[in-house]
T-cell receptor, first 113, second 114 residues
């Protein structure tokens, strides 16, 4: 199984940079996902890491260290619309492929003026 | 492109009633999933399917049943609804093999059991 830990909530200022951390303990690891979820909506895919290092995609970057069981999501040039919950999810090694994800409880980010 | 479509969006059930949440996807994904999300919590996997005719239990399957007669459809059945099943339910789908396969979620179904 998986155990995923991320902060419950964070507050940041518009235009600033924020880093959301995620630590995990796993019996099998096959990648880590970050999803964004606005209130009352479905999660939407942000990033995926399976190898150590930084993946950059516009204002969003995600980092993974498999040896430390650690990932972070970095959001730059924060905008008000970035206020949302950010979910860290770890993928199990599943026989036959597929994406059996275990989700953390999410980090509620509030962006203020 | 419709993606993953689930119905109904909102439903109130009485304790002991049964209902089916419908889910269909038009992306020809072979993998489909049902998750539930309780307030302030992460998503928990109820059931998943790796292809038509094949289903398997996830983390919290008790009180639910699924079937997968076609690639497109993956309905979730609640038998004898209980207040503990009050939650938001998300259906999702993905391609099966290879790394980095994104899971696409439906818009969610809000279920209240009273």
């Amino acid at each position: 199984g998986q155990n995923i830990d991320q902060p419950t909530e964070m507050t940041a200022t518009e235009g600033a940079i924020v880093q959301i951390n995620c630590t995990y303990q796993t019996s099998g690891f096959n990648g880590l996902f970050w999803y964004q979820q606005h209130a009352g909506e479905a999660p939407t895919f942000l990033s995926y890491n399976v190898l150590d290092g930084l993946e950059e995609k516009g204002r969003f970057s995600s980092f993974l260290s498999r040896s430390k069981g650690y990932s972070y999501l970095l959001l730059k040039e924060l905008q008000m619309k970035d206020s949302a919950s950010y979910l860290c999810a770890v993928r199990d090694k599943v026989t036959g492929g597929g994406n059996k994800l275990t989700f953390g409880t999410g980090t509620q980010l509030k962006v203020e003026l | 492109n419709a993606g993953v479509t689930q119905t109904p969006k909102f439903r109130i059930l009485k304790i002991g009633q049964s209902m089916t949440l419908q889910c269909t996807q038009d992306m020809n994904h072979n993998y489909m999933y049902w998750y539930r999300q309780d307030p302030g919590m992460g998503l928990k996997l109820i059931y998943y399917s790796v292809g038509a005719g094949i289903t398997d239990k996830g983390e919290v399957p008790n009180g639910y049943n699924v079937s997968r007669s076609t690639t497109e459809d993956f309905p979730l059945r609640l038998e004898l609804a209980a207040p503990s099943q009050t939650s938001v339910y998300f259906c999702a789908s993905s391609y099966g093999r290879g790394t980095g396969n994104t899971i696409y979620f439906g818009e969610g179904s809000w279920l209240t059991v009273v």
